[in-house]
Protein backbone atom coordinates (compact mmCIF):
# COMPACT_ATOMS: atom_id res chain seq x y z
CA UNK A 1 0.00 0.00 0.00
CA UNK A 2 2.08 3.04 -1.31
CA UNK A 3 5.54 2.50 -2.49
CA UNK A 4 7.91 4.66 -1.28
CA UNK A 5 11.85 5.20 -2.06
CA UNK A 6 14.63 7.77 -1.08
CA UNK A 7 17.96 8.10 -1.84
CA UNK A 8 21.08 9.98 -1.15
CA UNK A 9 24.44 9.05 -2.94
CA UNK A 10 26.79 9.19 -5.62
CA UNK A 11 24.19 8.22 -8.22
CA UNK A 12 21.19 10.33 -10.54
CA UNK A 13 18.60 9.89 -8.18
CA UNK A 14 16.21 10.90 -10.92
CA UNK A 15 16.90 7.65 -12.12
CA UNK A 16 17.45 5.09 -8.80
CA UNK A 17 13.51 6.77 -7.80
CA UNK A 18 12.19 6.11 -11.03
CA UNK A 19 13.59 3.09 -11.23
CA UNK A 20 12.35 2.05 -7.93
CA UNK A 21 9.16 3.34 -8.35
CA UNK A 22 9.09 0.70 -10.79
CA UNK A 23 9.52 -2.27 -9.22
CA UNK A 24 7.32 -1.21 -5.61
CA UNK A 25 4.35 -0.12 -7.94
CA UNK A 26 2.54 -3.31 -7.29
CA UNK A 27 2.11 -1.58 -3.74
CA UNK A 28 0.03 1.46 -5.32
CA UNK A 29 -0.80 2.96 -8.71
CA UNK A 30 -3.16 5.25 -8.83
CA UNK A 31 -0.15 8.47 -9.13
CA UNK A 32 3.52 8.44 -8.78
CA UNK A 33 5.42 11.80 -7.95
CA UNK A 34 9.49 12.48 -7.34
CA UNK A 35 11.44 15.26 -5.20
CA UNK A 36 14.42 15.90 -6.50
CA UNK A 37 16.76 18.25 -4.35
CA UNK A 38 19.44 20.17 -5.95
CA UNK A 39 22.47 20.00 -3.42
CA UNK A 40 21.87 23.38 -2.48
CA UNK A 41 19.00 22.50 -0.40
CA UNK A 42 16.27 23.60 -3.38
CA UNK A 43 13.57 21.07 -3.82
CA UNK A 44 11.59 20.44 -7.15
CA UNK A 45 8.25 17.91 -7.42
CA UNK A 46 7.64 16.26 -9.79
CA UNK A 47 4.34 14.57 -9.74
CA UNK A 48 1.45 12.75 -12.58
CA UNK A 49 -1.95 10.93 -11.89
CA UNK A 50 -1.87 7.22 -13.03
CA UNK A 51 1.28 4.86 -13.95
CA UNK A 52 4.59 5.61 -12.80
CA UNK A 53 5.48 5.24 -16.63
CA UNK A 54 3.15 8.71 -17.31
CA UNK A 55 5.53 10.13 -14.61
CA UNK A 56 8.69 8.87 -16.19
CA UNK A 57 7.84 10.41 -19.58
CA UNK A 58 7.25 13.45 -17.92
CA UNK A 59 10.50 13.44 -16.14
CA UNK A 60 12.03 12.69 -19.35
CA UNK A 61 11.32 15.09 -21.36
CA UNK A 62 11.56 17.41 -18.25
CA UNK A 63 15.07 18.90 -18.71
CA UNK A 64 15.61 17.96 -15.03
CA UNK A 65 18.56 19.00 -13.50
CA UNK A 66 21.40 16.47 -12.38
CA UNK A 67 20.36 15.61 -8.59
CA UNK A 68 21.79 12.94 -6.24
CA UNK A 69 18.94 13.13 -3.49
CA UNK A 70 15.62 12.83 -3.42
CA UNK A 71 12.21 10.86 -2.78
CA UNK A 72 9.72 8.93 -4.73
CA UNK A 73 5.83 7.50 -4.03
CA UNK A 74 4.02 5.68 -5.71
CA UNK A 75 0.30 6.06 -4.54
CA UNK A 76 -3.08 3.83 -3.25
CA UNK A 77 -5.27 6.81 -2.69
CA UNK A 78 -6.69 6.52 0.91
CA UNK A 79 -7.82 10.26 1.78
CA UNK A 80 -8.49 12.22 -1.07
CA UNK A 81 -9.20 11.53 -4.93
CA UNK A 82 -6.99 10.41 -7.24
CA UNK A 83 -5.38 13.92 -8.93
CA UNK A 84 -1.86 15.47 -8.92
CA UNK A 85 -2.64 17.83 -6.08
CA UNK A 86 -3.65 14.74 -3.95
CA UNK A 87 -0.02 12.70 -5.50
CA UNK A 88 3.00 12.94 -3.06
CA UNK A 89 5.46 14.35 -2.42
CA UNK A 90 3.65 17.16 -0.61
CA UNK A 91 5.41 19.99 0.49
CA UNK A 92 5.01 22.65 3.58
CA UNK A 93 6.64 25.35 4.21
CA UNK A 94 10.41 23.76 4.38
CA UNK A 95 9.07 20.37 4.49
CA UNK A 96 8.96 18.01 1.50
CA UNK A 97 7.86 14.43 2.59
CA UNK A 98 6.22 11.35 1.32
CA UNK A 99 3.98 9.38 3.72
CA UNK A 100 2.57 5.39 3.84
CA UNK A 101 -0.03 4.60 6.04
CA UNK A 102 -2.87 6.89 7.72
CA UNK A 103 -3.08 9.55 9.75
CA UNK A 104 -6.27 9.02 11.59
CA UNK A 105 -6.74 12.83 13.36
CA UNK A 106 -5.65 14.59 10.82
CA UNK A 107 -8.85 16.84 10.59
CA UNK A 108 -8.06 17.66 14.78
CA UNK A 109 -5.02 18.40 13.56
CA UNK A 110 -5.83 20.81 10.88
CA UNK A 111 -8.50 22.61 13.55
CA UNK A 112 -5.40 22.68 16.10
CA UNK A 113 -2.82 24.03 13.90
CA UNK A 114 -5.33 26.33 12.22
CA UNK A 115 -4.66 24.45 8.49
CA UNK A 116 -7.87 25.44 7.14
CA UNK A 117 -7.22 27.27 4.09
CA UNK A 118 -3.34 26.44 3.68
CA UNK A 119 -3.89 23.30 2.07
CA UNK A 120 -3.82 22.44 -1.32
CA UNK A 121 -4.50 18.97 -1.34
CA UNK A 122 -7.09 16.94 0.30
CA UNK A 123 -4.75 14.24 2.03
CA UNK A 124 -3.53 13.38 5.88
CA UNK A 125 -0.11 13.42 4.19
CA UNK A 126 -0.10 17.18 3.54
CA UNK A 127 -1.33 17.67 7.18
CA UNK A 128 1.74 15.66 8.30
CA UNK A 129 3.86 18.02 6.77
CA UNK A 130 2.03 20.98 8.06
CA UNK A 131 2.44 19.76 11.49
CA UNK A 132 6.29 18.42 11.02
CA UNK A 133 6.73 22.06 9.27
CA UNK A 134 5.07 24.05 12.67
CA UNK A 135 7.68 22.58 15.01
CA UNK A 136 10.64 22.52 12.49
CA UNK A 137 13.09 26.07 13.52
CA UNK A 138 16.49 24.40 12.10
CA UNK A 139 16.22 21.31 14.22
CA UNK A 140 15.23 18.52 11.91
CA UNK A 141 15.31 16.05 14.85
CA UNK A 142 13.06 18.07 17.47
CA UNK A 143 10.90 19.01 14.88
CA UNK A 144 10.06 15.18 13.99
CA UNK A 145 9.99 14.07 17.39
CA UNK A 146 7.54 16.58 18.86
CA UNK A 147 5.04 15.60 15.42
CA UNK A 148 5.53 12.30 16.55
CA UNK A 149 3.45 13.32 20.01
CA UNK A 150 0.49 14.85 18.28
CA UNK A 151 0.29 12.88 14.66
CA UNK A 152 -1.76 9.11 15.24
CA UNK A 153 -1.98 6.09 12.99
CA UNK A 154 0.11 4.50 10.70
CA UNK A 155 2.98 6.09 9.21
CA UNK A 156 5.90 5.72 7.17
CA UNK A 157 7.67 9.01 6.24
CA UNK A 158 10.73 9.89 4.21
CA UNK A 159 11.45 13.81 4.66
CA UNK A 160 13.52 16.52 2.94
CA UNK A 161 14.37 19.96 4.89
CA UNK A 162 14.86 22.72 2.36
CA UNK A 163 18.11 23.97 4.41
CA UNK A 164 19.45 20.61 4.99
CA UNK A 165 20.73 19.56 1.72
CA UNK A 166 21.42 15.66 0.27
CA UNK A 167 19.96 14.61 3.51
CA UNK A 168 16.85 12.03 4.28
CA UNK A 169 15.00 11.68 7.47
CA UNK A 170 13.14 8.90 8.06
CA UNK A 171 10.67 7.81 10.70
CA UNK A 172 7.85 4.94 10.57
CA UNK A 173 4.75 3.24 12.97
CA UNK A 174 3.63 0.19 11.39
CA UNK A 175 4.05 1.16 8.24
CA UNK A 176 7.22 -0.81 6.87
CA UNK A 177 10.69 0.46 5.55
CA UNK A 178 13.74 -1.16 5.00
CA UNK A 179 17.20 0.87 4.14
CA UNK A 180 20.70 -0.06 2.78
CA UNK A 181 23.64 1.32 2.35
CA UNK A 182 26.28 0.64 -0.27
CA UNK A 183 29.11 2.10 -1.95
CA UNK A 184 26.43 4.49 -4.39
CA UNK A 185 24.95 5.83 -1.12
CA UNK A 186 22.04 5.17 1.30
CA UNK A 187 18.60 4.20 0.25
CA UNK A 188 15.22 3.45 1.65
CA UNK A 189 12.26 2.09 0.77
CA UNK A 190 9.16 0.34 1.29
CA UNK A 191 9.92 -3.01 0.88
CA UNK A 192 13.39 -4.88 -0.87
CA UNK A 193 12.50 -5.83 -4.28
CA UNK A 194 13.63 -1.61 -5.17
CA UNK A 195 16.78 -2.08 -2.80
CA UNK A 196 18.51 -5.64 -4.23
CA UNK A 197 20.11 -4.17 -7.22
CA UNK A 198 22.03 -2.15 -4.66
CA UNK A 199 22.91 -4.38 -1.89
CA UNK A 200 22.63 -7.57 -0.21
CA UNK A 201 22.25 -6.47 3.22
CA UNK A 202 19.71 -4.09 4.31
CA UNK A 203 17.88 -3.41 8.03
CA UNK A 204 14.25 -2.88 8.61
CA UNK A 205 13.84 0.74 10.58
CA UNK A 206 12.79 0.42 14.06
CA UNK A 207 9.78 1.80 15.00
CA UNK A 208 9.49 5.34 16.13
CA UNK A 209 13.44 5.73 15.54
CA UNK A 210 15.07 8.38 13.16
CA UNK A 211 17.19 7.50 10.73
CA UNK A 212 19.30 10.08 9.01
CA UNK A 213 20.37 9.31 5.40
CA UNK A 214 23.54 10.82 4.08
CA UNK A 215 25.33 9.87 0.99
CA UNK A 216 27.98 8.07 2.54
CA UNK A 217 26.29 7.02 6.22
CA UNK A 218 23.00 6.27 7.50
CA UNK A 219 22.57 7.10 11.48
CA UNK A 220 19.91 5.28 13.27
CA UNK A 221 18.63 7.05 16.54
CA UNK A 222 15.96 5.48 19.00
CA UNK A 223 13.74 7.19 20.87
CA UNK A 224 15.87 9.26 22.86
CA UNK A 225 18.18 10.24 20.17
CA UNK A 226 20.93 7.59 20.76
CA UNK A 227 23.18 5.87 17.79
CA UNK A 228 21.82 2.74 17.81
CA UNK A 229 23.51 -0.12 15.62
CA UNK A 230 21.11 -1.20 12.97
CA UNK A 231 20.36 -4.97 12.47
CA UNK A 232 21.40 -5.75 9.15
CA UNK A 233 20.00 -8.59 7.45
CA UNK A 234 20.89 -10.73 4.13
CA UNK A 235 18.63 -10.32 1.32
CA UNK A 236 17.38 -14.17 0.56
CA UNK A 237 16.51 -13.64 -3.29
CA UNK A 238 18.05 -12.25 -5.99
CA UNK A 239 17.57 -9.59 -8.62
CA UNK A 240 16.23 -11.53 -11.46
CA UNK A 241 13.80 -13.36 -9.22
CA UNK A 242 12.02 -9.94 -8.93
CA UNK A 243 12.17 -9.66 -12.66
CA UNK A 244 9.82 -10.77 -15.31
CA UNK A 245 11.86 -13.03 -16.68
CA UNK A 246 10.83 -12.83 -20.36
CA UNK A 247 7.34 -13.81 -19.20
CA UNK A 248 4.62 -11.00 -20.10
CA UNK A 249 3.44 -10.68 -16.67
CA UNK A 250 4.26 -11.21 -13.40
CA UNK A 251 1.43 -13.30 -12.61
CA UNK A 252 1.73 -15.56 -15.29
CA UNK A 253 5.90 -16.16 -14.09
CA UNK A 254 4.62 -16.49 -10.65
CA UNK A 255 1.78 -19.40 -11.50
CA UNK A 256 5.30 -21.19 -13.23
CA UNK A 257 7.03 -20.59 -10.59
CA UNK A 258 5.25 -22.71 -8.17
CA UNK A 259 6.70 -26.29 -8.62
CA UNK A 260 9.82 -24.72 -7.25
CA UNK A 261 8.35 -22.36 -5.21
CA UNK A 262 6.84 -25.68 -3.33
CA UNK A 263 9.44 -27.69 -3.71
CA UNK A 264 11.51 -25.10 -1.45
CA UNK A 265 9.04 -24.44 1.07
CA UNK A 266 8.79 -28.51 1.75
CA UNK A 267 12.08 -30.24 1.27
CA UNK A 268 14.34 -28.63 3.53
CA UNK A 269 11.65 -29.39 6.30
CA UNK A 270 11.29 -32.89 5.35
CA UNK A 271 13.58 -35.63 7.65
CA UNK A 272 13.68 -39.24 7.59
CA UNK A 273 10.31 -38.29 5.67
CA UNK A 274 8.46 -36.82 7.99
CA UNK A 275 8.06 -32.85 8.17
CA UNK A 276 10.60 -31.55 11.08
CA UNK A 277 10.60 -28.18 12.58
CA UNK A 278 13.81 -28.36 14.34
CA UNK A 279 15.56 -25.62 12.54
CA UNK A 280 12.65 -23.09 12.69
CA UNK A 281 12.85 -23.98 16.43
CA UNK A 282 9.13 -24.85 16.27
CA UNK A 283 8.69 -27.28 19.30
CA UNK A 284 6.45 -30.15 19.23
CA UNK A 285 4.92 -29.34 22.57
CA UNK A 286 3.09 -26.33 20.44
CA UNK A 287 1.38 -28.52 18.85
CA UNK A 288 0.97 -31.17 21.20
CA UNK A 289 -0.70 -29.16 24.20
CA UNK A 290 -3.20 -26.67 21.96
CA UNK A 291 -6.32 -27.47 22.22
CA UNK A 292 -8.03 -25.72 19.27
CA UNK A 293 -6.44 -23.91 16.35
CA UNK A 294 -7.24 -20.05 15.31
CA UNK A 295 -6.05 -19.17 12.18
CA UNK A 296 -6.00 -15.34 11.20
CA UNK A 297 -5.34 -13.78 7.99
CA UNK A 298 -7.04 -11.82 5.41
CA UNK A 299 -7.79 -12.40 1.63
CA UNK A 300 -6.30 -15.26 -0.55
CA UNK A 301 -3.97 -16.46 2.68
CA UNK A 302 -7.27 -16.23 4.75
CA UNK A 303 -8.18 -18.70 2.21
CA UNK A 304 -5.06 -20.82 2.42
CA UNK A 305 -6.43 -21.13 6.08
CA UNK A 306 -9.85 -22.20 5.08
CA UNK A 307 -8.03 -25.29 2.75
CA UNK A 308 -6.03 -25.83 6.21
CA UNK A 309 -9.37 -26.10 8.42
CA UNK A 310 -10.59 -28.23 6.36
CA UNK A 311 -7.69 -30.59 5.67
CA UNK A 312 -6.66 -29.92 9.85
CA UNK A 313 -10.00 -30.91 11.47
CA UNK A 314 -10.72 -34.07 10.31
CA UNK A 315 -6.98 -34.94 10.86
CA UNK A 316 -6.95 -33.32 14.48
CA UNK A 317 -10.16 -33.74 15.45
CA UNK A 318 -10.06 -30.81 17.38
CA UNK A 319 -11.67 -27.47 16.72
CA UNK A 320 -9.79 -25.21 14.12
CA UNK A 321 -11.44 -21.57 13.14
CA UNK A 322 -10.65 -19.79 9.97
CA UNK A 323 -10.96 -15.89 10.91
CA UNK A 324 -10.86 -12.93 8.60
CA UNK A 325 -7.76 -10.66 10.53
CA UNK A 326 -10.01 -7.11 10.48
CA UNK A 327 -12.99 -8.66 12.27
CA UNK A 328 -11.00 -11.19 14.49
CA UNK A 329 -9.40 -7.57 15.89
CA UNK A 330 -12.38 -6.23 16.99
CA UNK A 331 -14.95 -8.93 18.08
CA UNK A 332 -13.71 -10.16 21.07
CA UNK A 333 -12.25 -13.72 19.65
CA UNK A 334 -12.15 -16.89 21.85
CA UNK A 335 -8.68 -17.86 22.42
CA UNK A 336 -6.21 -18.10 24.97
CA UNK A 337 -2.84 -20.13 25.85
CA UNK A 338 -4.83 -23.37 24.85
CA UNK A 339 -5.12 -21.97 21.43
CA UNK A 340 -2.77 -22.40 18.83
CA UNK A 341 -3.30 -19.31 16.71
CA UNK A 342 -1.89 -19.50 13.03
CA UNK A 343 -1.69 -16.45 11.27
CA UNK A 344 -0.66 -16.43 7.35
CA UNK A 345 0.81 -13.83 5.49
CA UNK A 346 3.08 -13.10 2.37
CA UNK A 347 3.94 -9.47 3.12
CA UNK A 348 4.00 -9.99 6.72
CA UNK A 349 2.45 -6.56 6.97
CA UNK A 350 -1.08 -6.75 6.80
CA UNK A 351 -1.81 -4.41 9.25
CA UNK A 352 -5.33 -6.02 10.03
CA UNK A 353 -3.39 -9.64 10.39
CA UNK A 354 -0.64 -7.62 12.16
CA UNK A 355 -3.39 -6.57 14.75
CA UNK A 356 -5.14 -9.61 15.20
CA UNK A 357 -1.45 -11.41 16.22
CA UNK A 358 -0.97 -8.55 18.95
CA UNK A 359 -4.52 -9.37 20.33
CA UNK A 360 -3.70 -12.93 20.10
CA UNK A 361 -0.32 -12.26 22.22
CA UNK A 362 -2.18 -10.29 24.19
CA UNK A 363 -4.94 -12.89 25.08
CA UNK A 364 -2.05 -15.23 26.09
CA UNK A 365 -2.07 -17.36 23.04
CA UNK A 366 0.96 -18.41 21.18
CA UNK A 367 1.26 -17.61 17.57
CA UNK A 368 2.79 -19.46 14.96
CA UNK A 369 2.81 -17.35 11.56
CA UNK A 370 3.68 -18.61 8.00
CA UNK A 371 5.12 -15.69 6.38
CA UNK A 372 6.88 -15.04 2.47
CA UNK A 373 8.59 -11.85 3.58
CA UNK A 374 11.68 -12.87 5.50
CA UNK A 375 12.38 -10.12 8.50
CA UNK A 376 8.77 -8.12 8.42
CA UNK A 377 6.78 -7.52 10.79
CA UNK A 378 4.57 -10.40 11.22
CA UNK A 379 7.59 -13.00 11.23
CA UNK A 380 9.38 -10.76 13.66
CA UNK A 381 6.32 -10.66 16.31
CA UNK A 382 5.66 -14.25 16.16
CA UNK A 383 6.32 -16.60 18.68
CA UNK A 384 7.42 -19.02 16.12
CA UNK A 385 7.75 -18.32 12.40
CA UNK A 386 7.62 -20.71 9.73
CA UNK A 387 8.97 -18.89 6.40
CA UNK A 388 7.62 -19.88 2.87
CA UNK A 389 10.06 -20.25 0.10
CA UNK A 390 8.31 -18.51 -2.92
CA UNK A 391 10.77 -15.46 -3.17
CA UNK A 392 9.14 -11.97 -4.12
CA UNK A 393 5.91 -11.81 -5.84
CA UNK A 394 5.21 -9.08 -7.36
CA UNK A 395 1.67 -9.47 -9.31
CA UNK A 396 -1.13 -8.10 -7.15
CA UNK A 397 -3.05 -11.03 -7.35
CA UNK A 398 -1.28 -13.67 -4.90
CA UNK A 399 -0.38 -17.26 -6.82
CA UNK A 400 2.84 -18.90 -5.37
CA UNK A 401 2.74 -17.30 -2.12
CA UNK A 402 -0.55 -19.33 -2.00
CA UNK A 403 0.74 -22.27 -3.40
CA UNK A 404 3.47 -22.84 -0.36
CA UNK A 405 0.70 -21.13 2.35
CA UNK A 406 -1.21 -24.14 1.58
CA UNK A 407 1.99 -26.44 0.94
CA UNK A 408 2.55 -24.92 4.70
CA UNK A 409 -0.43 -26.18 6.07
CA UNK A 410 -0.07 -29.76 4.76
CA UNK A 411 3.20 -29.53 6.80
CA UNK A 412 1.86 -28.20 9.38
CA UNK A 413 -1.11 -31.08 9.80
CA UNK A 414 1.12 -33.54 9.09
CA UNK A 415 3.41 -32.83 11.98
CA UNK A 416 0.79 -32.28 14.19
CA UNK A 417 -0.97 -35.28 13.61
CA UNK A 418 2.15 -37.06 14.11
CA UNK A 419 3.09 -35.02 17.39
CA UNK A 420 -0.62 -36.19 18.65
CA UNK A 421 -0.88 -39.44 17.47
CA UNK A 422 -2.94 -39.47 14.94
CA UNK A 423 -0.34 -40.43 12.45
CA UNK A 424 2.00 -43.31 12.78
CA UNK A 425 5.71 -42.64 10.78
CA UNK A 426 4.28 -44.68 8.08
CA UNK A 427 1.17 -42.58 7.55
CA UNK A 428 3.10 -39.51 8.27
CA UNK A 429 5.75 -40.17 5.47
CA UNK A 430 2.69 -41.07 3.21
CA UNK A 431 1.20 -37.95 3.66
CA UNK A 432 4.12 -36.29 3.15
CA UNK A 433 5.14 -38.60 -0.17
CA UNK A 434 1.33 -37.50 -1.59
CA UNK A 435 2.06 -34.08 -0.95
CA UNK A 436 5.21 -33.42 -2.98
CA UNK A 437 3.31 -35.76 -5.94
CA UNK A 438 1.05 -32.22 -5.56
CA UNK A 439 4.44 -30.75 -8.03
CA UNK A 440 4.65 -32.94 -10.83
CA UNK A 441 0.64 -32.96 -11.14
CA UNK A 442 0.97 -29.34 -11.27
CA UNK A 443 3.24 -29.21 -14.08
CA UNK A 444 1.23 -31.41 -15.72
CA UNK A 445 -1.61 -28.29 -15.65
CA UNK A 446 0.97 -25.97 -16.76
CA UNK A 447 1.66 -28.14 -19.92
CA UNK A 448 -1.56 -27.90 -20.93
CA UNK A 449 -3.19 -24.43 -20.80
CA UNK A 450 -4.65 -24.03 -24.24
CA UNK A 451 -8.38 -25.37 -22.70
CA UNK A 452 -8.04 -23.61 -19.96
CA UNK A 453 -7.58 -20.30 -22.17
CA UNK A 454 -11.23 -21.40 -24.13
CA UNK A 455 -12.95 -21.73 -20.97
CA UNK A 456 -11.54 -17.84 -19.94
CA UNK A 457 -12.61 -17.30 -23.58
CA UNK A 458 -16.39 -18.17 -22.57
CA UNK A 459 -15.71 -16.74 -19.14
CA UNK A 460 -14.77 -13.02 -20.22
CA UNK A 461 -18.56 -12.15 -21.72
CA UNK A 462 -20.39 -12.96 -18.50
CA UNK A 463 -21.01 -10.59 -16.28
CA UNK A 464 -21.66 -13.26 -13.03
CA UNK A 465 -19.82 -16.70 -12.21
CA UNK A 466 -20.34 -19.00 -9.59
CA UNK A 467 -17.64 -21.49 -8.50
CA UNK A 468 -19.22 -24.36 -6.57
CA UNK A 469 -17.46 -27.58 -4.34
CA UNK A 470 -18.08 -29.05 -0.80
CA UNK A 471 -15.58 -29.66 1.66
CA UNK A 472 -12.39 -28.84 0.44
CA UNK A 473 -13.75 -28.57 -3.18
CA UNK A 474 -15.55 -25.08 -1.06
CA UNK A 475 -12.44 -23.92 0.09
CA UNK A 476 -10.43 -24.33 -3.38
CA UNK A 477 -13.35 -22.52 -4.99
CA UNK A 478 -13.52 -19.27 -2.41
CA UNK A 479 -9.68 -18.52 -3.91
CA UNK A 480 -11.11 -19.23 -7.50
CA UNK A 481 -13.60 -16.81 -7.04
CA UNK A 482 -11.68 -14.29 -5.71
CA UNK A 483 -8.76 -14.86 -8.52
CA UNK A 484 -11.15 -14.48 -11.61
CA UNK A 485 -13.07 -11.04 -9.96
CA UNK A 486 -9.69 -9.38 -8.72
CA UNK A 487 -8.04 -9.51 -11.96
CA UNK A 488 -11.35 -9.55 -14.50
CA UNK A 489 -13.26 -7.57 -12.77
CA UNK A 490 -16.16 -10.24 -13.20
CA UNK A 491 -18.61 -10.93 -10.38
CA UNK A 492 -17.48 -14.29 -9.13
CA UNK A 493 -18.96 -16.04 -6.12
CA UNK A 494 -17.97 -18.89 -4.48
CA UNK A 495 -20.96 -21.56 -2.58
CA UNK A 496 -20.97 -24.35 -0.90
CA UNK A 497 -22.49 -26.73 -3.96
CA UNK A 498 -25.38 -27.75 -0.96
CA UNK A 499 -26.66 -24.35 -0.30
CA UNK A 500 -26.48 -22.83 -3.79
CA UNK A 501 -30.39 -24.09 -3.69
CA UNK A 502 -31.26 -22.12 -0.88
CA UNK A 503 -31.26 -18.71 -2.53
CA UNK A 504 -28.34 -18.32 -4.88
CA UNK A 505 -29.43 -20.84 -8.07
CA UNK A 506 -31.99 -17.88 -8.50
CA UNK A 507 -29.45 -16.23 -9.95
CA UNK A 508 -28.35 -18.89 -12.49
CA UNK A 509 -29.72 -18.23 -16.02
CA UNK A 510 -28.82 -19.32 -19.88
CA UNK A 511 -25.02 -19.74 -20.33
CA UNK A 512 -24.21 -18.82 -16.78
CA UNK A 513 -20.75 -20.33 -16.05
CA UNK A 514 -20.51 -22.32 -13.08
CA UNK A 515 -16.91 -23.72 -12.63
CA UNK A 516 -17.96 -27.14 -10.19
CA UNK A 517 -15.38 -28.90 -8.31
CA UNK A 518 -15.54 -32.26 -7.52
CA UNK A 519 -12.61 -34.04 -6.25
CA UNK A 520 -13.99 -35.23 -3.03
CA UNK A 521 -15.01 -38.61 -3.21
CA UNK A 522 -16.94 -39.12 -0.58
CA UNK A 523 -19.44 -36.04 -1.69
CA UNK A 524 -19.10 -36.57 -5.60
CA UNK A 525 -22.72 -38.06 -6.17
CA UNK A 526 -23.91 -35.19 -3.91
CA UNK A 527 -21.98 -32.44 -6.01
CA UNK A 528 -22.84 -33.85 -9.21
CA UNK A 529 -26.48 -33.48 -8.10
CA UNK A 530 -25.69 -29.99 -7.78
CA UNK A 531 -24.51 -29.55 -10.49
CA UNK A 532 -27.53 -31.39 -12.56
CA UNK A 533 -29.91 -28.85 -10.68
CA UNK A 534 -27.90 -25.81 -12.47
CA UNK A 535 -27.49 -27.39 -15.30
CA UNK A 536 -30.96 -27.53 -15.81
CA UNK A 537 -31.54 -23.92 -15.63
CA UNK A 538 -28.80 -23.57 -18.79
CA UNK A 539 -25.71 -22.48 -16.73
CA UNK A 540 -22.31 -23.48 -18.94
CA UNK A 541 -20.50 -25.63 -16.36
CA UNK A 542 -16.59 -26.51 -15.92
CA UNK A 543 -16.16 -28.69 -14.36
CA UNK A 544 -12.81 -29.79 -12.24
CA UNK A 545 -12.25 -33.84 -11.13
CA UNK A 546 -9.85 -36.12 -10.03
CA UNK A 547 -8.23 -37.99 -13.10
CA UNK A 548 -9.71 -41.21 -12.10
CA UNK A 549 -12.95 -39.54 -11.65
CA UNK A 550 -15.96 -41.09 -14.19
CA UNK A 551 -18.22 -38.28 -14.24
CA UNK A 552 -22.01 -38.80 -16.12
CA UNK A 553 -22.67 -38.22 -20.14
CA UNK A 554 -23.37 -34.55 -20.40
CA UNK A 555 -22.79 -33.23 -16.85
CA UNK A 556 -20.25 -30.38 -18.46
CA UNK A 557 -19.28 -28.20 -21.64
CA UNK A 558 -15.49 -28.06 -20.13
CA UNK A 559 -13.92 -31.18 -18.02
CA UNK A 560 -10.08 -30.94 -16.50
CA UNK A 561 -9.07 -33.10 -14.49
CA UNK A 562 -5.87 -33.13 -11.74
CA UNK A 563 -3.59 -35.90 -11.11
CA UNK A 564 -4.05 -36.96 -7.36
CA UNK A 565 -4.32 -40.22 -5.61
CA UNK A 566 -5.66 -38.91 -2.68
CA UNK A 567 -8.72 -36.38 -2.16
CA UNK A 568 -6.85 -34.28 0.82
CA UNK A 569 -4.09 -33.51 -2.57
CA UNK A 570 -6.24 -32.18 -5.46
CA UNK A 571 -5.92 -28.46 -3.94
CA UNK A 572 -2.44 -27.39 -5.55
CA UNK A 573 -3.10 -28.78 -8.77
CA UNK A 574 -6.75 -27.33 -9.09
CA UNK A 575 -5.94 -24.07 -8.00
CA UNK A 576 -3.01 -23.55 -10.86
CA UNK A 577 -6.15 -24.51 -12.81
CA UNK A 578 -7.89 -21.68 -11.87
CA UNK A 579 -5.71 -19.42 -11.85
CA UNK A 580 -4.45 -19.66 -15.27
CA UNK A 581 -8.43 -19.41 -15.79
CA UNK A 582 -8.63 -15.91 -13.96
CA UNK A 583 -5.36 -15.29 -16.20
CA UNK A 584 -6.50 -15.74 -19.85
CA UNK A 585 -9.84 -14.04 -18.71
CA UNK A 586 -8.28 -11.15 -17.76
CA UNK A 587 -5.87 -11.18 -20.53
CA UNK A 588 -8.59 -11.57 -23.06
CA UNK A 589 -10.27 -8.81 -21.96
CA UNK A 590 -6.93 -6.60 -22.40
CA UNK A 591 -6.69 -5.70 -18.58
CA UNK A 592 -3.44 -4.68 -16.64
CA UNK A 593 -3.05 -8.25 -15.39
CA UNK A 594 -0.72 -7.41 -12.60
CA UNK A 595 -2.20 -4.13 -11.71
CA UNK A 596 -5.69 -4.64 -11.09
CA UNK A 597 -8.30 -1.78 -10.30
CA UNK A 598 -8.42 -0.55 -7.11
CA UNK A 599 -5.69 -3.04 -5.55
CA UNK A 600 -2.33 -2.54 -4.23
CA UNK A 601 -0.22 -5.54 -3.00
CA UNK A 602 0.22 -5.29 0.78
CA UNK A 603 -2.25 -3.96 2.54
CA UNK A 604 -0.76 -1.61 5.13
CA UNK A 605 -3.83 0.51 5.96
CA UNK A 606 -7.05 -0.68 7.69
C1 LIG B 1 -5.36 -11.57 -3.46
C2 LIG B 1 -4.37 -11.12 -2.49
C3 LIG B 1 -4.84 -10.58 -1.21
C4 LIG B 1 -3.85 -10.94 -0.08
C5 LIG B 1 -4.26 -10.24 1.21
C6 LIG B 1 -3.35 -10.60 2.37
O1 LIG B 1 -4.79 -12.11 -4.59
O2 LIG B 1 -3.20 -11.15 -2.75
O3 LIG B 1 -6.12 -11.00 -0.90
O4 LIG B 1 -3.83 -12.32 0.09
O5 LIG B 1 -4.22 -8.86 1.02
O6 LIG B 1 -2.04 -10.24 2.12
P1 LIG B 1 -0.83 -10.86 2.92
O7 LIG B 1 -0.78 -12.30 2.59
O8 LIG B 1 0.36 -10.11 2.45
O9 LIG B 1 -1.12 -10.64 4.37
Known amino acids: MCGIIGYTGNLDAKEVLLKGLSQLEYRGYDSAGIALEDGKGDVSLYKQ ?6 LKEVCQNAGIPLSHCGIGHTRWATHGGVTEQNAHPHQAGKVTLIHNGIIENYHELTDTYHLQGQLVSETDTEVAAQVIDHFYDGDPLKAIHSALEVLKGSFAFCILFADIPERIYCVRNVSPLVAAMSEQGAFVASDLTALISYSSSYFIVPEYHIMVMEKDHITLLDEQNQPVKPEMLEVNWDVESAQKGGYPFYMLKEIHEQPEAIRKTVLPRIKDGLPDFEQEQIPDSLFRNCQNIAIVACGTAMYAGMVGKALMEPMLRIPVSVNIASEFRYEQPLADEKTLVIVISQSGETIDTLAALRLAKNLGAPVLSVVNVKGSTIARESDYVLYTHAGPEIAVASTKAYAVQLASMYLIACRMSFVRGRYTVQEGKAFIENLLSCVPAIEKILEQTDEIEKAAHHIKAASDTYFIGRGLDYAYSLEGA ?12 AYAAGELKHGTIALIEENTPVVAFATQSHVFQKTISNIREVRARGAYVILITKESAEIPEGICDIHFTVDAK ?21 LSKGLDVDKPRNLAKSVTVE
Request: hydrophobic fraction near 45%; aromatic fraction near 10%; glycine fraction near 6%.
Open 49 to 54: VGQVAN
Open 482 to 493: LKLKEISYIHAE
Open 566 to 586: NDQFTGLPTVVILQLLAYYTS
